[in-house]
């Protein structure tokens, strides 16, 4: 069984910054991608960046320069740093990894529960 177990979300001001981390932790075999994606209230949920293991980085629009996404591959850990927010970066932000459970099984996508951000102005 695969566990993705997310920490760091909470409550700032506009311009402050949080840190969200996630860690994946049970049988793995292989983490391929790691990232994150966010849905607010009445909107779909958005990639808002992903990394591969080898340090490929796919960053949405909306967060470049501001977020900045790292992976400790060692501690299946993927890592958003999350600077000069704004209102509308509040959402609750799932984590998500594309995991082999052992060499035999294909990867499947794996979700966190959702950590909130909240971004007061």
């Known amino acids: 069984q695969v566990q993705l177990v997310e920490s760091g979300g909470g409550l700032v001001q506009a311009g402050g910054s949080l840190r969200l981390a996630c860690a994946a932790s049970g049988n793995i075999f292989n983490v391929r991608i790691m990232g994150w994606h966010r849905q607010a209230p009445g909107k779909q949920r958005e990639l808002v960046a992903s990394?591969?293991?080898?340090?490929?980085?796919n960053v949405a629009d909306s967060v470049k320069g501001r977020f900045t996404i790292s992976r400790d591959n060692s501690k299946n850990t993927v890592y958003l740093q999350m600077n000069s927010l704004k209102p509308e970066d509040t959402a609750v932000y799932y984590c998500?990894?594309?995991?082999?459970?052992?060499?035999?099984?294909?990867?499947?996508?794996?979700w966190g529960q959702g950590t909130q951000v909240t971004v007061s102005s």
């Open positions: 998500y990894a594309e995991i082999a459970p052992n060499r035999l099984r294909p990867f499947s996508n794996y």
């Open positions: 990394i591969t293991s080898g340090g490929s980085m």
